[in-house]
């Protein structure tokens, strides 16, 4: 019974963290406004989310994209919801797009959680509108308050 009850309880804390989360922001996404060049934004941006865990495996001109493995409960109840035992250890990717606004910076972000299957399939699911989504608009924010406080 205790088992039913746990596995009740564990099928719905992952549906609600699946749940849309709105974001006070233009877009309802999120978003920052900074005003260093992008350069700069950029090179704070890469601090601060290497300091949280992440490893940068991308960078163009406008964009940078992180990513590091989940950790190993947030990892099995991921592949409870999307995949099975078969599946790789999933990866939380985040994506930051840095566009120049005259004398300002806007920063967009994006998260996603991926996996790939025993036979090479990869499981990608958006999380930008959930629960992570919130989680990300709060570390921009500390992106952009430490960029205010770096006034070089």
Do not use: W
């Not at 947030?74 to 409870?80: G, H, Q």
């Amino acid at each position: 019974m205790l088992k039913h009850f746990l596995l009740s309880l564990l099928t719905f804390s992952i549906l609600s963290s699946c749940g849309d989360y709105s974001i006070a922001t233009p877009s309802g996404r999120p978003e920052v406004v900074v005003s260093p060049p992008i350069g700069r934004a950029k090179s704070i941006a890469i601090q601060a989310m290497t300091e949280s865990g992440y490893t940068l495996t991308d960078q163009t001109s406008n964009m940078l994209t992180f990513e590091r493995s989940m950790e190993p409960g947030e990892a099995a109840i991921y592949l409870m919801a999307v995949g099975n035992a078969y599946h790789a250890t999933p990866a939380v990717t985040l994506r930051l797009s840095f566009v120049q606004l005259g004398g300002e910076v806007k920063i967009y972000g994006a998260v996603r959680a991926s996996t790939q299957g025993p036979f090479g399939q990869a499981r990608n699911t958006d999380l930008t509108r959930g629960k992570s989504g919130q989680q990300l608009q709060q570390g921009l924010e500390r992106i952009k308050n430490r960029i205010a406080g770096d006034r070089r």
